[in-house]
């Protein structure tokens, strides 16, 4: 169960109990009662359901990684997990999916589904032997926080940048000052960056084609996706899709 936008939920499930916001998510065994609150004014929730047929079809595809009873075992527990960039991105496309292309079972929502069981797993796993993972939220200035936020949500999107000034209620100055400070880089070069990175875990999927996954990163330019991505990892995109994994 994730709110999603800029929505806070009170959860409580079992003992556990917590407030929901952008930065987490929560595990909810099946059977056991839930009960939520809104604490933001607009407190929209997304609830996934992990069937006993998505965790099979999860150790299939991460074979070798993945260990069908111990993701039986994790499901049973109610949890509160740290939400990725990554199980973020999956969501928003799910959500996109279903909601507008009102599209269910098909390679893309399949695909999305694996993957954020895969996350699901590898969240509980790293917490039971307490290796959590920084979140989408870290401790930034408002500023940047609201960007990080914006950007994330609106990775692929062409116009993103333009709206951070008005998102986070700053100067493009200021902005990029503050950006700079906390990050090193400016929004343009995170921007780049983030979108390589979700690029070279969608080649790892091996679900889509080189020229699908440079489009759907946005670069209209296959070339100067090719030459971006050999720049950040040292590879060409092809290369990705010829190495197996044990």
């Known amino acids: 169960m994730l709110p999603i936008e800029n929505a806070i939920v009170d959860a409580a499930c079992a003992t556990l109990r917590s407030a ?11 059977g056991v009662p839930l009960t939520l609150g809104a604490s933001s004014v607009v407190a929209k929730t997304l609830v996934l359901t992990v069937s006993p047929a998505l ?3 999860v150790a299939e595809e ?11 075992r994790y499901v049973t527990s109610p949890q509160v997990l740290v ?10 496309r799910y959500l996109f999916e279903r ?3 009102k599209k269910r079972d098909n390679d893309a929502t399949r695909f999305l589904e694996t993957e954020i069981g895969k996350e699901l797993y590898f969240l509980c796993h790293e ?4 290796l959590d993972r920084p979140s989408l939220v870290e401790a930034h200035t408002p500023v940047v926080r609201r960007a990080l936020q ?10 993103v940048l333009r709206d951070l000034p008005r998102v986070t209620g700053a100067s493009r100055s200021t902005l990029l000052r503050t950006f700079r400070r906390e990050l090193g880089e400016s929004p343009l070069a995170y921007l780049r960056t983030r979108r390589l990175d979700e690029a070279l875990m969608l080649l790892k999927s091996r679900h889509l084609r080189v020229s699908e ?6 670069y209209r330019n296959f070339a100067a996706f090719s030459h971006a991505f050999r720049e950040r990892f040292g590879m060409r995109p092809s290369d990705v899709l010829s190495v197996r994994g044990p």
């Open 20 to 30: 929901l916001d952008p930065s987490s998510w929560m595990l909810v065994p099946a």
């Open 150 to 159: 914006h950007l994330e949500k609106h990775l692929f999107e062409a116009g």
């Open 62 to 72: 991460y074979a070798g990684e993945v260990e069908a009873a111990r993701f039986r």
């Open 213 to 218: 996954v440079s489009a759907l990163v946005g």
């Open 99 to 101: 909601a507008v292309c």
């Open 55 to 57: 965790m099979r079809r």
């Open 127 to 130: 917490r039971h032997r307490q």
């Open 83 to 92: 939400r990725t960039t990554w199980v973020n991105e999956l969501v928003h």
